[in-house]
């Protein structure tokens, strides 16, 4: 039984509790020994986003000493990952070969499932129109799609694509730009609300014209950006992470 470090970002602690809930349970389906450790704090993106090098690298430091132990560390956010296998190398950090390895086996709860343990059918039903939005980060540093500015090359289905096309009773669409940015983007949407709300309209539009009901995505981020403009305009779909629709029954 592979014993998984269940990695939650500090914003799903705070405002989505019910994505680790269901990443929990998911895991544990796919016959996982979950261990969670409450002492885990931020992996550092927000520093890094801002440029602050030295705070990002000391909680960079802390995260890799907590997760050491583990076969593989699984966490249900995209941008959180790829800052631990993408960008820890930059703030110099991790570069041993303990912190190389759990850097190495740190994945995004769909990738995992997929490209790990080869799970794609985990008996899930959702019967519901539910729109995808592939996360950026997810997108185009962990590789879970084919981005649309990519060029040559077969087609590809990513790991969160083919999860949801095996849950039961789920109609699965995309939008007309299907990749596009919601304008989320972590501090960007602090620094620059005005353009971020903006971007974030024009996609929940955009995702409203496929008639879904829900849209997911890997990035909790991401999804609460568009519920919370979607609670103001009254209309649109309603945001579920990926691991709560694996997760139902």
Request: glycine letters at 10%; aromatic letters at 6%; proline letters at 6%.
């Amino acid at each position: 039984m592979p014993r998984v470090g269940l990695f939650i970002p500090c914003y799903v602690d705070q405002l989505a509790p019910g994505v680790g809930v269901a990443t929990v349970d998911v895991l544990e389906r796919a016959g996982c020994e979950v261990d969670y450790d409450p002492d885990q704090t931020c992996c550092g993106q927000p520093f890094l986003n801002l440029g602050l090098a030295d705070e990002a690298a000391r909680l960079a430091r802390r995260h890799l000493e907590r997760f050491a132990r583990h076969d593989a560390v699984v966490c249900p956010s995209a941008s959180c990952v790829a800052t631990v296998r993408r960008h820890y190398g930059a703030l110099e950090v991790g570069e041993d070969d303990a912190g190389r390895r759990t850097r190495a086996r740190t994945f995004e709860l769909s990738e995992y499932l997929v490209d790990v343990l080869g799970r794609i059918d985990l008996a899930a039903r959702f019967p519901h129109r539910v729109a995808l939005l592939p996360s950026c980060h997810g997108l185009r540093e962990l590789g879970l799609g084919r981005p649309s500015e990519a060029v040559g090359g077969p087609p590809q289905i990513g790991a969160t694509e083919r999860l949801l096309r095996a849950v039961e009773g789920l109609e699965l669409v995309f939008a007309s730009r299907p990749d596009e940015c919601c304008g989320f983007g972590g501090a960007f949407s602090v620094e620059f609300p005005e353009v971020s709300g903006r971007i974030g309209r024009a996609r929940l539009a955009d995702l409203a014209a496929t008639g879904a009901a829900y849209v997911t995505a890997t990035d909790a981020g991401c999804l609460l950006h568009l519920d919370g403009i979607r609670r103001r305009q009254g209309r649109g779909p309603e945001a579920i992470h990926l691991a709560e629709i694996l997760a139902s029954r």
